[in-house]
């Protein structure tokens, strides 16, 4: 069974920076998808930002509110996979959750969606004070 486990996440200020970090363990895919979505309290979850492997090589993706800000990459063994955050705002303010699907998305846009990651990890909480 994939485990996946957040770390990183905690109180900064506004135009701070965090680095997130997800861990995943007991996964050979050689080509799999993973990525972050984040929950603010009360809202629904949504997609932030995927890295994708396989036959096209190494893919990744940003939503339009943190294109530019983000930047997503992930280590040789593809196992664990970061998520660097600068310039954050009190909009950035969530609980975020890394995921892993077993399939690479390189056409469309089912990367952004949640339903269809395989595994989910417990999520850690990013708090951006104004």
């Known amino acids: 069974q994939v485990q996946l486990v957040e770390s990183g996440g905690g109180l900064v200020q506004a135009g701070g920076s965090l680095r997130l970090r997800c861990a995943a363990s007991?996964?050979?895919?050689?080509?799999?998808?993973m990525g972050w979505f984040r929950q603010p309290s009360g809202k629904e979850r949504e997609f932030v930002s995927a890295?994708?492997?396989?036959?096209?090589?190494?893919?990744?993706y940003y939503a339009d509110s943190v294109e530019g800000r983000f930047a997503i990459e992930i280590d040789n063994t593809k196992q664990t996979v970061f998520l660097q955050m600068d310039d954050l705002k009190p909009e950035d303010t969530a609980d975020y959750y890394c995921?892993?699907?077993?399939?690479?998305?390189?056409?469309?846009?089912?990367?952004?969606?949640?339903?269809?990651?395989?595994?989910w990890g417990q999520g850690t909480q990013v708090t951006v004070s104004s």
């Open positions: 995921a892993l699907s077993r399939r690479a998305y390189y056409e469309g846009r089912l990367y952004s969606s949640a339903q269809f990651y395989d595994y």
């Open positions: 890295i994708t492997w396989g036959w096209s090589g190494l893919g990744t």
């Open positions: 007991r996964h050979t895919f050689s080509s799999a998808t």
